[in-house]
């Protein structure tokens, strides 16, 4: 039997995306987080685990170098990457938004310059007001962009909003609802039918389990 590769990148997803395929009796024993390996094989020897960048996930999963992927809705959102996305893990959930000072107009403004690690998100979702923008792309500490001047705003993933307070920010806007999806490459969905929706259906019982 072919094995199956799963891609995903090493953070909260995929500890929580771990945990969640143990309870189906998919495990990786020789997991540990301290290790800076970026291959695992589940103790079965039927699934190879790799581990890369997060924005990277989608790409590695399109181009069939992994059969299946696991990665933020928000990623997703922003790669526009030609892949199936099959089912929603229901972790690591959290909201893209706009975000600025408490007293910003949008619907005023037929100009912004937004900061975000989101350009395509952020771009589409201001065409669609008609407010044309200019787009800072940014690869962190995006809440300091407004603070000292270099933008009108943000767009960016929120989950407490605690950052946002503590910089003065405030939500202006949500652009989309954003948690861990399960994407297939569609050559391998095709090839490897029976074993990609074995996979998922364990992992979906361990959704339902955990709802």
Do not use: W
Not at 8 to 20: F, I, N, S
Not at 45 to 50: A, D, P, R
Not at 145 to 171: H, Q
């Amino acid at each position: 039997m072919n094995r199956l590769t799963v891609a995903m990148a090493k953070g909260r997803t995929a500890t929580m995306a771990l945990e969640l395929l143990a309870r189906v009796g998919i495990e990786f024993s020789s997991y540990s987080e301290a290790s800076r390996k970026l291959v695992f094989t589940d103790d079965t020897n039927t699934v190879i685990l790799i581990f890369v960048k997060s924005v990277d996930v989608p790409t590695y999963v399109e181009n069939g170098a992994a059969d299946i992927g696991i990665i933020g809705k928000d990623v997703l959102l922003e790669e526009q990457k030609e892949v199936y996305e099959l089912l929603d893990l229901g972790i690591s959930k959290c909201k893209l938004a706009v975000a600025g000072f408490p007293d910003k107009q949008l619907m005023e403004s037929s100009r912004l310059t937004v900061a975000s690690k989101y350009p395509n998100v952020a771009k589409a979702h201001f065409d669609k007001k008609g407010i044309r923008t200019e787009i800072i792309k940014l690869n962190g500490s995006i809440e300091l962009a407004p603070l000292i001047g270099m933008s009108d705003v943000i767009v960016d993933i929120v989950e407490s909003g605690k950052t946002l307070k503590e910089n003065g920010l405030v939500i202006l806007e949500d652009i989309a609802e954003s948690s861990a999806r399960l994407i297939v490459n569609k050559a391998s969905f095709a090839i490897k039918t029976e074993q990609i929706q074995e996979f998922i259906a364990k992992v979906k019982r361990g959704v339902e389990v955990s709802a």
